[in-house]
């Protein structure tokens, strides 16, 4: 079985590939720098899958450091977690995430050309599409173009990166993954998103106004193009994003591969607040304010090449992401 080395493996997503990893019988290392992440979400993938995974907290741009994990690792795999993620703050501080994301995936692709490591998967995002004719985003569309973030475009150079990488090295086989929007968490209620600092994406805020440390959601925006006016997302849940990368991974081939990763089904801001308020019973404190700057009325992943190639699709709904969620928050919360 493969030996997997998981950048990011303390993360949101990269903790619940890591279960799925563990669970299918691979061998898994992580590192992380823990800047957006806890320690303990070691022993909760120990707690889920009976394995522990080894954990080295160290940071991408240490290369000096990275390269003995890499060299004494023997790793079949890497999935490139580790990355800073908020839109919003890539604007104010572009050159901390030009640094972080890019230099950080050029130490690890170094680490690995070194030590001949040459399976590589990475997170990349629905957001290197920008803006396009149509609201249904496949691959084969041109990227790159009207990117609304610094952010954006370390996911966009990263993947050209690693397309020339694969171009200078035969063996070497890569994929892109393209998230659209994750959500939920682990059935166990063990794992799940827990950003540090304040949230700006929509089901972290959620979780805040239902543990009472935000008084209400504001929804940006009802005036959209839409049924209901308010934007439309594909949202997927974190337990089958993982189960995407599983499929990746028994897929690898050499060159660069490309797969959205979404549910291709739209789900608007309202259909969210109602989907949260049926599975807790409760009503969520909210109020319509201004558009924020930068969203697009709708966009949703045509999944069909995942399907096709990897024999992946979503089978986890919204409202099984809202209760997972919502069991997640009550098992932090009894803690
Ligand atoms: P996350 O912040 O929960 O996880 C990223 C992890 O990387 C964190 O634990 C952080 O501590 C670690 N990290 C950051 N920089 C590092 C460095 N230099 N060295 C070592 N560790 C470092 O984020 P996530 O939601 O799990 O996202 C994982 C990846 O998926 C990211 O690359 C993100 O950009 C991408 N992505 C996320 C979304 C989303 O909405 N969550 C959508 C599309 C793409
Ligand atoms: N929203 C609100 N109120 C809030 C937060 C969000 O109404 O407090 C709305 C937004 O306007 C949007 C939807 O909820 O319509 C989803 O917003 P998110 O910020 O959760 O997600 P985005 O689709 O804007 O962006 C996300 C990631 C990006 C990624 C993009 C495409 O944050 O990194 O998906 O994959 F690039």
């Given at each position: 079985m493969k030996k997997v080395l998981v950048t990011g493996g303390t993360g949101y997503i990269g903790s619940h590939t890591a279960v799925e990893l563990l669970q299918n019988g691979y061998e898994v290392e992580i590192v992380d720098n823990l800047f957006n992440s806890k320690i303990t979400v070691v022993d909760q993938i120990e707690k889920i899958t009976g394995k522990r995974p080894v954990f080295h907290q160290v940071d991408l741009l240490d290369a000096t450091q990275l390269d003995q994990i890499v060299a004494n690792g023997h790793f079949d795999s890497v999935i490139h977690f580790a990355g800073l993620k908020a839109v919003g703050e890539s604007v104010e501080k572009p050159l901390d995430y030009y640094r972080n994301n890019i230099t950080g995936t050029v130490n690890l692709l170094e680490s690995m050309k070194k030590n001949g490591v040459n399976e590589f998967i990475f997170s990349s995002s629905a957001t290197v599409y920008g803006v396009q004719d149509s609201p249904e985003y496949i691959e084969t569309m041109t990227t790159g173009a009207n990117i609304s973030s610094p952010y954006g475009r370390t996911k966009c150079f990263i993947e050209e990166i690693v397309k020339d990488y694969s171009v200078a090295n035969p063996e070497f086989k890569a994929v892109l993954l393209r998230y659209f929007n994750p959500i939920g968490a682990h059935p166990s209620g063990l794992i799940g998103e827990d950003p540090n600092g304040i949230p700006n994406n929509l089901m972290p805020i959620i979780m805040r106004v239902m543990d009472g440390r935000i008084a209400k959601l504001q929804i940006?925006?009802?005036?959209?193009?839409?049924e209901d006016g308010t934007c439309r997302r594909d949202y997927i849940h974190v337990v089958d994003l993982a189960k995407g990368h599983m499929a990746a991974l028994e897929h690898m081939q050499a060159g660069t591969q490309i797969f959205n990763l979404g549910s291709g089904k739209p789900s608007s801001v309202k259909e969210m607040i109602a989907a949260f308020e049926k599975a807790s019973g409760e009503a969520l404190p909210c109020e319509v304010g201004p558009r924020r700057a930068g969203d697009l009325p709708e966009f949703w992943a045509n999944p069909s090449k995942a399907e096709r190639e990897l024999g992946w699709r979503t089978v986890l709904t919204i409202d099984d992401a809202m209760r997972d969620t919502i069991n997640y928050l009550n098992k932090v919360k009894e803690n």
């Open positions: 940006y925006g009802d005036d959209y193009p839409t």
